[in-house]
């Protein structure tokens, strides 16, 4: 059980265009969901948290209508990277959270890459 | 504010030998802990969780880990490891803050010698 899918796995944009990321949970209903974007060697930075039905809350510095999350669905939040820069290379990686539990089950990231 | 230290960013360890990496909390009230394991270019994976109770926790891969308050540390122990057991180790702590939200430590890099 709790396993958290992503779709594309490896991207490569050029610099301007907008690539959606999707995150799924699959056997569980995930009442939140969080966003992290990792560099190479270093740990993971939250982006933001995103509830079913409400705006997404967005960490210090992290420009929301850069990246822009929605989460329509018990089972599905989406992470879209607008204008696309070289600087917005990196792995980003997803986590649900089921309801009434305290434990975040991450999906296997997708590494993006803008030329 | 809740922080967390890992004060060893690499760790070499020979095939067999036991292990022991070293995470430090800073939070007032006792946290919920997290270890995962991050395999290159992969997500993480949950290696196991303490939230209450007994203080040495079982987790999966033949990891355990054991919290002590009076040194604010949740290190994660292997007795014996094995190769494929190199990867990246995150130690995560969750506080009383509204969302659930982890903080993570820096990482620990695990390289087995054969």
């Given at each position: 059980g709790a396993v958290v899918s992503q779709h594309p796995s490896r991207v490569i944009c050029k610099s301007g265009t907008s690539v959606k990321i999707e995150c799924r949970s699959l056997d569980f209903q995930a009442t939140t969901m969080f966003w992290y974007r990792q560099f190479p060697k270093q740990s993971l930075m939250l982006m933001a948290t995103s509830n079913e039905g409400s705006k997404a809350t967005y960490e210090q510095g992290v420009e929301k209508d850069k990246f822009l999350i929605n989460h329509?669905?018990?089972t599905l939040s989406t992470l879209t990277v607008t204008s696309?820069?070289?600087?917005?290379s990196s792995f980003y990686i997803c986590s649900s959270l089921a309801g009434g539990t305290d434990t975040q089950y991450f999906g296997p990231g997708t590494r993006l890459t803008v030329l | 504010a809740q922080s967390v230290t890992q004060p060893d960013i690499h760790i070499t360890v020979s095939e067999g030998a036991s292990l022991e990496l070293r995470c430090n909390y800073s939070y007032g009230a006792t946290p919920y802990l997290f270890w995962y394991v991050q395999s290159p270019g992969q997500g993480l994976q949950l290696l196991l969780k303490y939230?209450?109770?007994?203080t040495l926790v079982q987790g999966i891969k033949g990891f355990e880990a054991e919290f002590k308050r009076s040194q604010s540390s949740f290190n994660l122990r292997k007795p014996s490891v094995h190769w494929s057991d190199a990867a990246e180790y995150f130690c995560a702590v969750v506080g009383?803050?509204?969302?659930n939200m982890l903080t993570f430590g820096g990482g620990t890099r695990l390289m087995v010698k054969p």
């Open positions: 329509a669905s018990l696309a820069h070289p600087e917005d | 939230f209450s109770g007994d009383d803050n509204a969302g």
